[in-house]
């Protein structure tokens, strides 16, 4: 089934994907140093990142490492639709630690546009089955450390690295 969505004037559906493409060697860098979860899992978070992306419907994008429940890195991707202003950088810096019995958790942020409809909509398309997290991604026990900007044309992603 085909679903509707639009494109903004200042970006296209190639811009998002050319942009997710660093994402995704991010998430792929993340789940290899750290051995948390297995390639084909960290691919099926970069489809369903893209994919809502390319829909309008993603806000945040946000990778944790945690260990009893405690942070240990983090890495947080906004988007920005109106990114011209921004220098992209080349994906990378982010190999993170491989510790005994870590989890990764990745929780995306939705925009308005991501209404009931669109998720049931979009719901077989999506890789990972999503549930609802109230978790705190505010990051306040870690200290920022920088990060990067993935832009292509009007579309980016902000990331920002917390450690």
Known sequence: MAIPYTESATFTVADVEATFRRFKSDIFMIA?????????????????????ARRGYLRKVDVTLLCAGVELKAATYTVNEDSGRLESSRPGGVLWPRVNGAQLRVIFSHTPKFTPEARVALQPSLKISWVTATDDISHSRLNGTGGRNYVSNGYGLQRTDFG
């Open 32 to 52: 290899d140093s750290t051995g948390t979860i297995p390639r084909s899992e960290a691919e099926d978070y970069a489809h369903d990142a893209e994919l809502l």
